[in-house]
């Protein structure tokens, strides 16, 4: 599809529902529609199941055309169950064609790649949340500088800082 809104930049919190992301799809539009033709044959066949009951109960319908009225409403309503599933499946819908990727839980945007107007594929990550409460930074230090961290360190922990391009001006402060 493609990107059409963005709704979220990096580093914003968001809360669990919040929309990121509006996409539109050719597959998503293809779903609605066919969504919305099986109503409407539902819609028929309910009307056609009506009236053909209706002729039944004055013997003026055969049993026949009554179970055939009766088979095609089924059938009906066992499409529109599994195109609307089709609908569900693919996501929020934000408008004819229109797919609205939302947050699945509370966090920050760690990571985006999503600008209005982009082409994007379903194998591609857009955005990427998480829940940043608690870090882990990993850190290469340089074999003779071990004793001297490690002697730093002593029975409490070491106090360490970091910062980061998404919060800059700002340290996060942790322990070793």
Same mark, same amino acid.
């Given at each position: 599809g493609i990107v059409k809104k963005v709704? $979220? %930049?990096l580093g914003d &919190?968001? %809360? %669990?529902g919040k929309p990121l992301i509006e996409i539109e799809s050719v597959e998503v539009g293809e779903a609605q529609s066919d969504l919305l033709e099986t109503q409407g044959l539902l819609e028929l066949a309910r009307s056609n199941f009506d009236r053909v009951s209706a002729l039944r109960q004055e013997d003026i319908a055969s049993e026949k055309e009554f179970l055939e009225a009766k088979s095609e409403l089924r059938a009906a309503e066992i499409r529109v169950k599994g195109a609307l599933g089709k609908v569900r499946r693919l996501g929020k819908g934000g408008g004819a064609g229109r797919l609205v990727l939302?947050? *699945?839980s509370e966090g920050a945007v760690l990571k985006m790649h999503a $600008? *209005? &107007?982009e082409l994007v594929k379903t194998e591609e990550s857009l955005v990427t949340i998480g829940d940043n409460a608690s870090l882990w930074a990993w850190a290469d230090l340089y074999e003779g500088d071990i004793a001297a961290v490690k002697s730093a360190q &002593?029975?409490?922990p070491l106090v360490a800082a970091i910062s980061v391009k998404a919060?800059? &001006?700002e340290k996060f402060e942790g322990t070793l």
């Amino acid at each position: 599809g493609i990107v059409k809104k963005v709704y $979220v %930049a990096l580093g914003d &919190g968001v %809360a %669990a529902g919040k929309p990121l992301i509006e996409i539109e799809s050719v597959e998503v539009g293809e779903a609605q529609s066919d969504l919305l033709e099986t109503q409407g044959l539902l819609e028929l066949a309910r009307s056609n199941f009506d009236r053909v009951s209706a002729l039944r109960q004055e013997d003026i319908a055969s049993e026949k055309e009554f179970l055939e009225a009766k088979s095609e409403l089924r059938a009906a309503e066992i499409r529109v169950k599994g195109a609307l599933g089709k609908v569900r499946r693919l996501g929020k819908g934000g408008g004819a064609g229109r797919l609205v990727l939302i947050s *699945p839980s509370e966090g920050a945007v760690l990571k985006m790649h999503a $600008v *209005p &107007g982009e082409l994007v594929k379903t194998e591609e990550s857009l955005v990427t949340i998480g829940d940043n409460a608690s870090l882990w930074a990993w850190a290469d230090l340089y074999e003779g500088d071990i004793a001297a961290v490690k002697s730093a360190q &002593g029975e409490d922990p070491l106090v360490a800082a970091i910062s980061v391009k998404a919060y800059s &001006g700002e340290k996060f402060e942790g322990t070793l």
